[in-house]
């Protein structure tokens, strides 16, 4: 089997498909694309093409090492998410070869099924207790929200109650068990996340997700200090050897990593593994689209200490487009009592609507996150 074409569709809210086809007729999809840098993500792929066309997608390690050790730089977003589409499209082509899921591809399944949860917005405590409510009424029985907007080195405290109350009233409203993740979105720094996660102990999270940036890992000791809740990193951080120094602090109890971002499905199955051997969770990051989430699926389903799935169905950046709606079979992702089922079809478990996603190429997108300011006018993190 050889490559013949590769097709790149910029289709909103915000993403990037990539289509491999073969000369057999098997075909295969993946979703290559760094947030608000699509275009750049197309061009690396085009790029990288000239590695893969007349060769063989189903020799997908010998690939992958081609295409990440062979330009002799390595790693980062703009190259890790380009070869990771790529190697979620290869994944689907042999899964569709020999009929079966990819999760059998790769040892098997070890469960019948996956937790997820739902992202809820709202900035008020009235608003955020309701639309917890409505999750848990819908199935869910997790949620996770942004913990604060902009915040300086060190901020006003109001800032920090903000958060505690609201995190208050879900938890009030929802019960105890009920899953509240906190997602600091690496916009606090170290002193005021040490303040914060003191205050959010009394609440039980089911994790703290980048309550600093993953570049300043060395922090998460210290902070974890504070807190008995779970610290969640990775959707920032870039294959196994990204993820090495996390595991060897300690601090880190949940990885993240983005079969989007750090090089695939197989990279991810790697990490996760490593991750096994350090008595960490996994909890794959994926505020993307259906493929991304298709190939997060199928790591799940044969991975041990997965525990829980982020999904991105009704998310805030999904404005005039949403997941499901580039499925032909819209009932793939059908979630109840707060899990999914594994997917029984070939490759990837999906079966993309390619009119669909032709048809919104056409528009395509230009999405770009918002630029925050302090008060005082310095650029804070998004």
Known sequence: MKITKLELFKVPPRWLFLKISTDEGYTGWGEPVVEGRADTVKAAVMELSTYLIGADPMKIEDLWQVLYRGGFYRGGPVLTSAISGIEQAFWDIKGKYYNAPVYELLGGACRDRIKVYSWIGGEKPDEVAKLAKEKKEQGFSAIKMNAAGEMNYIDDFSKVMGVVERVATIRETCGIDFGIAVDFHGRVHKPMAKVMVKELEKYHLMFIEEPVLCENYEAFSEIASYTSAPIATGERLYTRWDFKKIFEQGAVNIIQPDLSHAGGILECKKIAAMAEAYDMAVAPHCPLGPIALAACIQLDACTPNA???????????????????FLKDKTVFKYEDGYVSLPAGPGLGIEIDED????????????KNLVWRN????VAEW
């Open 307 to 325: 525990v829980i799935q982020e999904q991105s169905i009704g998310i805030h950046y999904n404005k005039g487009n949403d997941v499901l709606d």
């Open 375 to 378: 008060l005082d006018g310095t």
């Open 356 to 367: 669909v996603v032709r048809e919104l190429d056409k528009t395509g997108h230009s999405w």
